[in-house]
């Protein structure tokens, strides 16, 4: 369908064919093609697409174009003649007005098949909703009581390892306990002199390993300085209450004055000894 002319051609509306009984219609596309720069003149092509829906059909209707004649200053409206036609009958068109006929006048509701759905024969299955999963409380997790005790855990190994850190840079500080480390050490330091001279059978540096170990370990437990410690100040502090003790002094005194020797049989027997008293006066007796 084309309109030619002169005039707004942007206000020119298509005439189309409408939806009828016989006929399926699409919307129509316009181009146009001016005759002049400015856009006032020239043509306007419509083309809309058709199908026939019945094999009675013998013509396309005639279409109706209105506009007003400026020179007549009047409007006027243009008819087309009709389209004679021959439309050969399809089995699918020809059954497709009984298939209409036959959905209008079906009931609403069918019977259900033996699965409960109402799935027409070739049709679409019907949409199956899911519950799916499902929560038994709405309260937010936040507002839980075990997710609030669960904050307070970092919380509590974050305040502990504090206390810890500042007990551990206390007690490293602490002259006693710097003291008691420095004793062990030195006691520790001379059993391993006592069993290296044992190996080398040298009486002389073994006695002498002996006896600093038990001034270290007299001097921590009676606050006194160990190389001050000898053998009258044993006698006069222990007595008698620690005769181990009193025979590594006497010992001590008589290989370093006397030369007396001994074997590596009595040098084992006198180490086990002096680390039994040693751990005696550590643990208080």
């Known amino acids: 369908m084309t309109v030619k002319g002169t005039g707004n051609f942007d206000r020119v509306s298509s005439p189309v064919l409408a939806s009828s009984d016989g006929w399926r219609t699409y919307t129509p596309t316009a181009s146009f093609k001016p005759a002049d720069r400015a ?40 008819r087309t003649e009709p389209i004679k036609v021959k439309i050969a009958p399809d089995s699918q068109q020809a059954r497709a007005p009984l298939s209409r006929k036959a959905e209008a006048e079906a009931p609403l509701s069918e019977p259900s098949n033996a699965n409960g759905s109402n799935r027409k024969p070739g049709g679409l299955a019907p949409i199956h909703v899911g519950l799916g999963s499902v929560a038994a409380s709405l309260t937010p997790i936040f507002e839980n009581p075990w997710f609030l005790g669960a904050q307070g855990i970092p919380l509590s190994a974050l305040f502990v390892g504090l206390f810890l850190g500042r007990r551990n840079r206390r007690l490293s500080n602490d002259p006693a306990i710097l003291k008691k480390k420095a004793v062990k050490q030195t006691i520790s ?28 370990r007299l001097g921590d437990v009676c606050c006194q300085v160990p190389e001050s410690i000898t053998l009258a100040e044993v006698k006069a502090r222990v007595g ?20 007396r020797t001994f074997s590596q049989e009595e040098l084992r027997d006198f180490r086990d000894l002096v680390v039994r008293e040693l751990k005696g006066l550590k643990s208080g007796k």
Request: proline fraction near 2%.
């Open 189 to 216: 330091r001379s059993v391993r002199e006592m069993d290296l001279a044992i190996a080398a059978h040298d009486v002389q540096g073994f006695f002498s390993a002996c006896r600093r170990a038990a001034q270290e």
């Open 240 to 259: 008698n209450s620690a005769e181990g003790i009193r025979r590594i002094f006497e010992t001590a005194d008589a290989v370093a004055y006397s030369g």
């Open 39 to 78: 856009g006032n003149e020239g043509k306007k092509v419509f083309e809309q697409a058709v199908i026939p829906l019945d094999a009675s059909i013998d013509k396309v209707p005639s279409l109706v174009f209105s506009y007003f004649d400026t020179a007549k200053e009047a409007y006027a409206t243009l």
